[in-house]
């Protein structure tokens, strides 16, 4: 657990704290089983992780699925997020978390879903594609 948000869970943070979002009730840096997540709301069972350029190692993503698939196995959905994506885009970062608990089931984005735009085939994902989707650092 790091002691030191980054500039991008700083920039959420200061959006999802204090029921700043619909009211809902967001926690940092909270243990769930073996991991720590970036953001969770137990209350949706909705997980967000914010994604740096480290993300793009091939050992780094074969951990991130491996927590995905345990989160997901575990009743939580889990949205992804590049870091630049949330300093840039945070309205629409926002925009697709309230888009997600919305939905009677919110979808889980897999670690495939952190390609570039221009490498995916599969677009759009359920739910639809946003630039806060895709952009690599």
């Known amino acids: 657990m790091r002691s030191e948000m980054t500039d991008a869970e700083r920039a959420l943070w200061m959006r999802l704290r204090a029921r700043r979002l619909n009211g809902l009730s967001f926690r940092r840096q909270t ?4 991991f720590i997540v970036d953001f969770v709301c137990h209350e949706r069972r909705l997980v967000i992780e914010l994604d740096g350029g480290h993300h793009n190692d091939l050992e780094e993503m074969q951990r991130d699925a491996k927590r995905q698939q345990w989160l997901e196995a575990n009743g ?3 949205l992804r997020f590049w870091n630049p ?12 978390i309230l ?7 919110p979808p889980s984005r897999s ?3 952190r390609k570039s735009a221009a490498e995916r085939t599969d677009l759009p ?9 895709g952009t690599q650092p």
């Open 99 to 105: 888009e997600t608990i919305a939905q009677p089931t």
């Open 76 to 78: 939580y959905h889990v």
């Open 125 to 133: 994902l359920k739910g639809g594609g946003k630039a806060t989707r």
């Open 111 to 113: 670690a495939s879903a």
């Open 31 to 34: 243990p769930i089983g073996p």
């Open 85 to 96: 994506d949330v300093l840039s885009h945070c309205d629409l970062v926002l925009e697709e």
